[in-house]
DNA sequence: TGTTATAATTAGCCTTGTCTAACTTTTGTT
DNA sequence: AACAAAAGTTAGACAAGGCTAATTATAACA
C-alpha cells in the first residue's frame, strides 16, 4: 500500500496539496502548469497515484487528495517548511532556499531532519543544541516550485 | 567541453578520485565494488567521461583523472566533505551525515553552500555568522559510498 | 443546441541509468 | 607456453520520467 514514493510521485502529491490549500481545483492542466511538466505527465503520475490509494480524480473537476495522500502530503510539506526555514536562518535568500528545501525534503535521513528540528527549536541568538525541543513548522501557504 | 555533469557521472568521477587518493589503482571492478553498482554500469559511465575529457584509462590497469577530471572532482569531495562537516556538527551521527551528504552534494546551490560555508568558519559554541571567513575543508581520506 | 475551445488521455518515442548474459581479452600461475 | 580465472566490453532488456502528436471528451458560449 505504502509502497515508498519517487521524488517524482512526492512532488506531485505535494503540489496538489498546496493548490488545494489554496483553494483552486487541481486539474491536470494546473498541476503541470505549477510543476512546469507537460499534461500527459501528469496524467501518468495522477494514475500511479490512484492506483497507491492516494488521490481519487473527477476528471475536468479536479485531483483531490485522501486520507492518507493527506498525510503523506502533509509531511513532505512539513519538511519543506522546515528545511526552507533552516536555510533562511543560515542566511540563504528565500529563493533559494526555497528551491534547496525542494530537493532536500526528499532525500534527509529522518536522523538529519530531526537534528534540524532541534536546532530551529533553539533561540534566535543560538546558543547550544537542546535535544528536547521539538518544534512543528507551522503548516504552509504558498510557495515556489522550482523545477 | 564542461556539459554539466549528471549527479550519477559526479559520483563515479568522486569515487575514482577516493581511490587514487588512498593509493588504490581504480579498474572498472574496484570502481563498480566500491559503489555497489556492476561492471557494465562503470564501463558506460568511464565511456562517457572519458568523451568528456575528464579521466583517461588503460584497459586492466586502472581509471585515471585528466587535469579536468581532477578540478571537478575535488570540487565533489570538498562538498562532501563540507555538508558532512556541517552535518555531524548538528549532531547527526557520522554514518548518516556522510550519507546525506552524498544527496546533498550534488543538488545545493553556490549560496547555500557559501552560507554553510560561513557557518561553519564561526566559532564552535557559535556566536553568529560571519560573512568573511571563508574556511577551505581539508582534502580527505576515506569516505563509506551509501548507494 | 451545436460548435469551438479547452482539458484529458493515449500512443509512442527518448534519455538516463541500471541490470544480466554472453563474449573477449588479459593476467598470472604452473 | 598454456590455460584457467579475473577483468572488461558488448548487446539487449527494463524502469522511471519526461516529451510530442494525435485523439477523445467536456465545457462554454453564441
Known sequence: MDAKLSQSLEDYLE?????????????VKDIADALSVKMPSVTKAVVELK????VTQE????????????????????????LKNFLERLGVSEESADKDACCMEHILSAETLE?????????????RLNRFKRTMRAPVKARNFVK
Do not use: D
Open 51 to 54: 492506483k497507491m490509494g492516494l
Open 15 to 27: 503540489m496538489i496539496h498546496m493548490l488545494r490549500e489554496e483553494g483552486k481545483v487541481a486539474r
Open 115 to 127: 537534528r534540524i528540528e532541534e536546532f530551529m527549536g533553539t533561540p534566535k541568538g543560538g546558543r
Open 59 to 82: 476528471p475536468y473537476a479536479g485531483v483531490e487528495l485522501t486520507e492518507a495522500g493527506q498525510a503523506v502530503a502533509a509531511a513532505v510539506l512539513n519538511r519543506h517548511m522546515l
